[in-house]
């Protein structure tokens, strides 16, 4: 064990990477911008600076622990820096704050109010650049942007794919797409990760709340709302509930207060997910073609794979994601009643992410040249309604889902995490609820924040091959390994988002390790309290499919590419 002194206080500290780790253990939250322990350091903020005993002052992020240290985080120097910095970048950023996306979550006018910053000496002569609305997903705003960088290292780091970058030079620099490209034109991905990190209102939510209030206002419209696995351990952040805590019913029940007719569970989606892509798996382990079987819940990791690797293509499950065979269910039981009452349903998904308001708009999530699933708000944009609507989240009764799709099994509700999707497939194929089998099933190595997880399974009298990947830039890993005949794989899960939908481009920030760590026990928490454990034995599943989904399973539930 080591120590340092931090403001006349002895510190211990062990393995912890730089001195910013050990200021932040010791319970003083030092400012940062371009700081997150995830990502390589940067060190380009200078909030994080601190003084030593002789009056150095250097940044705490870039500066490796050791023993005997003495420093200082809160001197006169350090706050005339620390106000010297933000007013600075106040003079160079864009100062419409009340209106602002990011108002009230903003790091900048966080440090500001909190640093004291109440005046900016200095003239803003930057010319206005023009918004970035190409993409279905996020909304890039230069006149915002710090260059802190963090979105650009998100991009490379942990998805690899490097859209944003800083360019041109001295005080004409920006983050932008190469060549000053849109983003439409670029390999994004819409994953929406630069955004969860973005610190200022530089990169935000292509919102569709207006859209969303205007079919609630409707005089002949249904609209249904279904809601994804993880939004329900996200969506109190914002109204004081504990982290991860399920606020469902909660939900539920602010949902039917600002309009919504119906109110299902995508949970139920994914319990046809695990019907659909078990037979999947099983099949083409029986044929030995198109193996390993990727997932295909995750939008963005499915749109990488078709870009980056499109040798991989015939890979990816015929399935449509959980929200849209649930969407395209909804619709086809619509296309059936809504002649009767004369109106139209629209649906809506509450969703974790951002790739999947462009999922809803691929042709293979069309049915018969409609779209099913209308509008996808994320669960920033849910609690934005709810707040516009006046509603306190915290002070509502819960309430119950409708029916007939309010019920779904635990297996459907660890979709919400890496590995969720593995390990409902495999309950669905080893086809046991005793304890003892669920428990070796989740103890295979299917659980857990490693980038690459690797597991071995006996499926009947074959040991089955898996690989769970968190995050694309250990998707590419594994891909180029396959690629060259390093590894094999019979199953593959990806989540382009590390950590899974907790930790989604469209829930609300920050989210840091703590938080992640809440959602994700709050997940695993709704399984352990679930009676129905495998999506087989939702009594609601089987009654589908011996009714309304009776002979249209491909239609409704796998990509139709004809369309
Ligand atoms: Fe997800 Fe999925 S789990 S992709 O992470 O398969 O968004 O929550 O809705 O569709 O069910 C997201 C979450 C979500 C789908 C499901
Ligand atoms: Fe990169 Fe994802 Fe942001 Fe697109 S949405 S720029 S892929 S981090």
Redesign the pocket.
Known sequence: MNYMTINNRRVAFTNEKNVLSVIRKSGIDLPTFCYHSELSTYGACRMCVVEDERGKVFASCSETPRDGMKIYTNTPKLQHHRKMILELLLASHCRECTTCAKNGVCVLQRLSRQLGVREIRFENNKKELPLDMTSECIVRDPNKCILCGDCVRTCDEIQGLGILDFSFRGSKMQVTPAFNKNLAQTDCVGCGQCRAVCPTGAITLNSNVHSVWAALSGKNTRVVAQI????RVAVGDKFGIRKGENTLGRLVAALRRIGFDEIYD??F??DL?VMEESKELTERLESGTKLPLFTS???AWVTFCEKKYPEFKENISSCR????MFGALIKEEARMNDGEDNRKTIVV?I???TA?KAEIKRPDYFTEGAQDVDYVLTTTEVTRMIQEAGIDLAQVQPETMDMPFGIASGA?AI??VTG??TEAVLRRLIDSNKAEDLEAISFTGVRGVDGIKEASVKLKDREVKLAVVNGLQCASKVLDKMKAGEVYYDFVEV?ACKR???A?GGQPVPIGARTKKARLEGIYKIDHMSQIKLSNQNPIVMTVYDGILKGKEHKLLHHNKAE
């Open positions: 994804a696995p993880a939004v995508t949970n989606g994914a997910t819940c995750c939008p994601s959980p929200q849209g998904s969703m974790p992410c999947k459907g979709f919400g969720g999707v989540m899974g939908c907790i989604g």
